[in-house]
């Protein structure tokens, strides 16, 4: 009987579904799938290759790589490694290097969200930093400047603070009037708060050029007036350097009286002025803010002992007294810093310090830096999910609502209609209860992939329809056996040409998963290579692809390499020369041909592969960072070879006497469907022995590179075997494309 294989878009299959012959999904399957790419549409692409674009900056450091995406135009790779972070843009690393706080050990588990030009990077153990492009050659990285940090709730014991002194000298100093202050306080900020001697200020609209005394207001104010007047009343604000500016200004001829208001989202100092005159009885002005207390705020520059430290008077407290009203900043060194971070709803959003591993903080609408509650709807807020485990935060993503992974649980963050607001607040619901791995969620579409707990799985987090709920389902269940050896450290989504997650594991390989979830397509396979894959990232193309850039430990070098972006262009094109299907390759072209090539010195003392001018040459051994051919070429692809193999799942076949399990089979004859596929093998099983696919045609011209070959084979013979199933598999060593659509198999069953 003749078996047609059409699709393998269920990818590599654990071993462990070999017994479920009965499976419909079984007949989409492979056992083995390596270093090739299920499609949607059922067949399957050969990986490319990878080209080398440079030295990662520590050869016995890890590094980790970070899209960031400003335009169509420009789009760069982050490499961030140990105290660093440098810049690469269209495969070509840029004369950009940053010194950085962070320690290889954690750049794993650093967070980032993008805005624009902006990149915002978390970790709990390092103040949050920002970094700003200016131009391709001009950027910056600092530590996030607070115009009011996240503060923790108002202290209710006794011990009182004060700032001294209270405006005028530098440095100031912030004193307990107890045993409070230790090393880690350094960086931290301090609230102390004081009641208003004064609620009001009032001013008689009598004279030329009266002012009333000076009010500190943060909030929502009112200004009306009383009487009859005649002149023009001046709402003022003090600026930055000291001069007064006129914020508002009413006119009157006797007929007239105001009623105002408005709001600072800053501690603003504000008086009313006045030019004209008034009649009996005097007509006077009245400013009134609605707060009835104000705050100071001071960042720890030095603590000097456990009572008293050095600080930078950032907002000037009211006065110099002690107060017992103050509040510590909710990050610091003794508090931790925020773990995850987000963009949601216009506001900047961090969650997870070592001390409040579940709040989380959203800062004012569109004023990241400014975390000051205020009674405002666009005020920031902060919220702690009451949960029976105090499990930490470890991603968090916008969709809806904000989404929020813990190391126990998912919830989901909402408020009433919609849109958070301090008259609006939001409310955290848990979902469901997998718990997360410390990693950063990828965003797709409206779904929300994450690593479970452990490393071992990838789950979807969805909303469900028909259950009016969220689900978070396992996308490895069917394959669990890729992540056994080496949990997963980080995943990439590249929507194009074919949506794919790429994933890195703990034991350095590249698995990739093709993603349609619309489609039920949910395909993982494996790519192996000569070293270790220790990071990956995924950024939008200027072609019909993106990009995917991998950070590769290969005989001790750690290299950034890439898919070479224009690839599927030149394989639907057939443009042989350069389609590279080679590892750590270099591309390069001469005005003739040449036999001698070099710039190959990270190959050094290695075997490898050639692809001249669209043809296999012998392998060559790299000798002082170049190698000679055997045949002189204009093109040339130099690299590491690596094997892609495919073997379809074992499955049931029903035939006139029965099913096929527990029977023998033996396949004499295949043919296959293949599109722009180049040298290829074919045998009864894995082991061999392999033949090769003749798709060279009798009227080729045979002193030119063979073509791609696209359509059905010939009749191809197998030496075969009787087995317990079809073991039909297929391969490639060469470096060229291959590109499998069906297999037919000629198959007899026995008793």
């Not at 043919?671 to 596929?677: D, G, M, S, Y």
Request: with cysteine; charged share 20%.
């Amino acid at each position: 009987m003749n078996l047609l294989v059409n699709a393998f878009n269920s990818g590599e299959l654990t071993p462990e579904l070999e017994g479920r012959t009965d499976l419909e999904k079984l007949r989409k399957a492979c056992r083995i799938l390596r270093n090739t790419v299920p499609r949607p549409l059922g067949g399957t692409r050969r990986r490319p290759g990878m080209i080398n674009l440079g030295l990662s900056k520590y050869a016995d450091r890890q590094a980790r790589l970070i899209p960031f995406a400003a335009s169509a135009a420009d789009r760069y790779v982050l490499e961030i490694g140990h105290e660093y972070l440098r810049v690469w843009k269209d495969g070509v690393r840029l004369a950009v290097e940053l010194a950085a706080p962070w320690q290889e050990s954690q750049v794993s588990e650093i967070q980032f969200v993008q805005i624009n030009d902006l990149v915002y990077f978390t970790h709990p153990a390092i103040p949050v930093q920002e970094l700003r492009r200016i131009s391709d050659l001009s950027w910056t990285l600092a530590a996030f400047t607070w115009r009011w940090p996240a503060m923790r709730d108002e202290n209710i014991t006794s011990l009182t603070m004060r700032v001294e002194p209270a405006a005028g000298a530098v440095p100031a100093q912030l004193i307990a009037s107890g045993a409070w202050f230790t090393a880690a306080d350094a960086g931290a900020y301090y609230q102390v708060t004081h009641a208003r001697d004064n609620t009001s200020t009032s001013l008689a609209l009598t004279g030329n050029g009266q002012t009333d005394g000076t009010l500190k207001i943060l909030g929502a104010w009112d200004l009306y007036t009383v009487g009859e007047w005649t002149g023009t009343v001046y709402l003022e604000t003090l600026d930055e350097d000291n001069q007064w500016q006129v914020l508002r200004s009413y006119s009157g001829v006797k007929d007239r009286n105001v009623t105002a208001n408005g709001r600072f989202e800053r501690q603003t100092a504000v008086r009313i002025r006045y030019v004209g005159s008034g009649t009996t009885p005097v007509p006077r002005a009245f400013l009134e803010p609605t707060d009835v207390e104000l705050h100071g705020l001071v960042r720890v520059d030095a603590v000097t002992s456990a009572t008293q430290c050095a600080v930078t008077v950032i907002s000037q407290p009211y006065a110099s007294t002690a107060t017992a009203r103050w509040r510590e900043g909710a990050w610091s060194a003794r508090r931790g810093y925020p773990a995850a971070v987000a963009l949601h709803q216009q506001r900047l959003t961090f969650a997870g310090t070592t001390a409040q591993p579940q709040t989380i903080w959203g800062s004012a609408i569109n004023d990241w830096n400014n975390f000051q509650h205020i009674d405002a709807d666009d005020a920031a807020y902060s919220v702690t999910i009451a949960a029976q485990e105090a499990n930490p935060i470890a991603w968090m993503a916008s969709v809806d609502g904000l989404i929020i992974g813990t190391e126990g649980d998912e919830w989901l963050l909402d408020a009433a209609g919609g849109v958070i607001t301090q008259s609006n607040p939001p409310v955290a619901k848990r979902k469901t209860g997998f718990g997360s791995a410390r990693q950063q969620a990828q965003l797709v579409g409206s779904v929300v992939l994450f690593v479970q707990r452990g490393g071992r799985k990838v789950r979807e987090y969805v909303y469900a329809f028909e259950e009016s709920n969220y689900k978070a389902l396992d996308l490895t269940e069917l394959a669990d056996h890729m992540t056994v050896s080496g949990g997963i450290t980080q995943l990439a989504f590249a929507s194009a040409p074919d949506p794919t997650i790429w994933a890195t594991t703990s034991d350095g390989r590249l698995l990739s998963c093709t993603y349609l979830r619309e489609a039920e397509v949910i395909a993982w396979a494996q790519h192996e290579t000569d070293g270790d894959v220790e990071s990956v990232a995924s950024l939008p193309g200027a072609d019909i692809a993106d990009e995917v850039w991998m950070v590769v430990n290969r005989h001790g070098s750690r290299r950034v390499e890439r898919f070479d972006p224009g690839h599927w262009i030149k394989m639907q094109a057939g443009t042989v020369e350069t389609l590279c299907h080679l590892d750590a390759a270099t591309v390069q072209s001469a005005a003739s041909p040449t036999a001698t090539w070099a710039n190959l010195d990270h190959l050094e003392g290695l075997e490898v592969a050639v692809w001249a001018d669209g043809a296999v040459q012998p392998s060559r051994r790299v000798l002082a960072g170049a190698v000679t051919l055997q045949e002189r070429a204009s093109t040339v692809i130099i690299g590491l070879p690596y094997t892609s193999t495919l073997q379809p799942f074992p499955f049931d076949a029903v035939t006139q006497t029965g099913t096929s399990a527990g029977r023998a089979w033996r396949t004499p004859e295949i043919r296959l469907q293949l599109w722009q596929t180049g040298p290829m093998e074919y045998a009864d099983g894995p082991e061999g022995p392999w033949y090769p696919v003749p798709t060279r045609a009798g009227d080729d011209d045979m002193d030119a590179p063979p073509p791609l070959f696209t359509g059905k084979t010939g009749e191809l013979a197998l030496q075969s075997h009787h087995r317990s199933e079809l073991a039909v598999t297929l391969r490639t060593t060469a470096p060229g494309p291959v590109n499998i659509l069906s297999i037919i198999a000629q198959t007899a069953v026995y008793d």
